[in-house]
C-alpha cells in the first residue's frame, strides 16, 4: 500500500492488486480485491502488458490444497494434507518481461537473506529485489516498519529501519535513479 500511494503521489496511474487487508482502500489508486493466489495471478497476468513498473510485492501462498473440501472436516486424531504448488506468478512475468518494463520483486527470508534474494533477482529476470528478513521482529510483516536490502545486478544496498513509507519511497528513487528506466521513458517518448 505504501509503495502504490508513493506511485500515486509521483503522479502514475496505478493499479493496486490486493488480498484481505485491513488496510484502507487507497484513494486515487484502482484497487482490485482478491483472495487467492490463482485470483492474484489473473489479475496481474491482465494487466501486465499494459504496465511499465510492475513492483510484486505480495507473499503469496507457495502451496494451496491440492483437494479442498466443500464442507467442514470433522474433529479426528490426525489430519493429512495434500498440497500442490500455486502458480509462480513473478517467475511467469520475468520470462514475459520486454525491454518497456521495470520488474520489481521482493524476497521474504529467514536465513542466508542476501544469497538468496541474489538468486532470485537471476532466476525470475528481475531489475531489482527487495530482500526482507522476516525473522526479525521490529520489521516487515504486522509492523509500520521495515528494514530491508535493495539488490539489483550492480549494487547492494542496505537500508536501516525506517517506515514503510520511507522503505517504498526509497524503492521508486532507486527505479527512477536506473538507467533501464530512462531507456523506458526515452522509448515512450518515441
Known amino acids: 500500500y505504501a509503495l502504490a500511494a508513493c506511485c500515486r503521489d509521483l503522479g502514475a496511474q496505478v493499479d493496486l492488486i490486493s488480498g484481505p487487508t485491513q488496510l484502507n482502500q487507497l484513494p486515487g489508486v484502482n484497487t482490485i480485491q482478491i483472495e487467492s493466489t490463482n485470483e492474484m495471478y489473473q489479475a496481474v497476468i491482465e494487466r501486465y502488458d499494459s504496465a511499465r513498473l510492475i513492483i510484486k510485492s505480495a507473499a503469496v501462498s507457495d502451496f494451496s490444497l491440492a483437494s479442498p473440501e466443500n464442507q467442514k472436516i470433522k474433529k479426528r486424531e490426525t489430519l493429512d494434507l495434500s498440497l500442490t504448488k500455486t502458480k509462480d506468478i513473478l517467475t511467469e512475468l520475468g520470462k514475459k518481461k520486454t525491454d518497456r518494463q521495470f520488474l520489481v520483486g521482493f524476497a521474504a ?81 518515441k
Open 109 to 189: 527470508e529467514s536465513q542466508n537473506l542476501e544469497n538468496h534474494a541474489k538468486d532470485k533477482l537471476s532466476a525470475k529476470n528481475l531489475d531489482l529485489i527487495v530482500a526482507n528478513d522476516i525473522s526479525q521482529s521490529d520489521a516487515g510483516f504486522e509492523v509500520d516498519n521495515n528494514r530491508v536490502i535493495l539488490i539489483d545486478n550492480q549494487t547492494t544496498q542496505p537500508l536501516p529501519l525506517m517506515s514503510k513509507s520511507d522503505v517504498a519511497q526509497h524503492i521508486v528513487d532507486v527505479v527512477l535513479a536506473s538507467e533501464k528506466w530512462r531507456d523506458i521513458i526515452q522509448q515512450l517518448r
